[in-house]
């Protein structure tokens, strides 16, 4: 899909992004893994560094143990998770997330639906798209499907994960992440 650049200032040079990617079956291998693969591609594609990949069973607990790891690791800047986030029983992303995440990021979703409403109608009402921040890392759910990770990645991520993108994105706001965090260590240190 071709880039639009008119919200893009060319005069300002590109940051790389360190993202991990997980994507979460109970189904999916390395062999056909069409939304961890079609993510890896984007990925690169733009410029950003696939720091890590892993496919996860839809499990809460395994989910949130990869999610704290990757939250942990100095080195990610970013997950973006794919599938779970659907209605069915196994489905459990949006609850993995709810257990890690500091701060909510809901207009990610929010727009996520309404970008995937004019390619699929109603149907994205049963899309639990959600995105949050932990530690200082983003952290991006996206649906299991090869379209759902295509519309959050070209319409949404690859210019929110792009350092000249304006009037905002959300590179230029991750030094100061984790200052809620800090500030918490501190406080807890100075009455110690």
Not at 63 to 83: E, F, K
Not at 106 to 134: C, M
Not at 141 to 162: E, H, K, M, N
């Amino acid at each position: 899909m071709a880039r639009d650049t008119s919200r893009l200032d060319m005069s300002a040079a590109f940051q790389p992004v360190n993202i991990a990617v997980m994507t979460v079956s109970d189904t999916r291998t390395a062999d056909d893994d069409r939304s961890g693969d079609l993510l890896a591609s984007r990925i690169d594609e733009d410029g950003h560094v696939l720091a890590a990949r892993m496919i996860v069973t839809d499990d809460v607990d395994r989910i949130v143990a990869q999610l704290r790891s990757w939250i942990d690791d100095g080195g990610i800047d970013v997950v973006i998770t794919t599938g779970g986030t659907g209605l069915t029983g196994r489905d459990s992303t949006p609850e993995a997330f709810a257990k890690v995440t500091e701060k909510d990021i809901p207009g990610f979703g929010e727009l996520f639906r309404q970008l995937s409403y004019d390619k699929i109608g109603t149907s994205t009402i049963q899309s639990r798209a959600l995105a949050g921040v932990a530690g200082g890392t983003y952290l991006f759910a996206l649906p299991g499907s090869p379209s759902g990770c295509r519309d959050g990645w070209d319409d949404i991520l690859r210019y929110q994960l792009d350092i000249r993108h304006r009037p905002c994105n959300f590179v230029e706001i991750m030094p100061r992440l984790a200052e809620s965090a800090t500030q918490r260590r501190t406080t807890a240190k100075a009455n110690a």
